[in-house]
């Protein structure tokens, strides 16, 4: 068996597991956020866009990890 291969599943997927966790709890956030000061509703709808960006970096780093990984 190919230990690289299963490395680099298990570094993608937990990648994408906490991206998708980060998402989440940024979004239900917002809403919250919405929901007690509607008068900031596109404040904190960019600042959550802005969030979404920087957490998506995670899958992207994992996977550029997993493909070097994938190649050894």
Known sequence: MDY???AAGIVFGLG???AGIGNG???SKTVEG??????L???LTATAF???????AMPIIS?????????R
């Open 34 to 39: 919405i929901s007690r000061q509607p008068e």
């Open 41 to 43: 509703r596109g404040t």
């Open 63 to 71: 996977l550029v990890l997993a493909f070097m990984w994938q190649g």
């Open 16 to 18: 994408a597991l906490g």
């Open 4 to 6: 690289a291969v299963l």
């Open 25 to 27: 709890l940024i979004f």
């Open 50 to 56: 802005i969030g979404v960006g920087l957490v998506e």
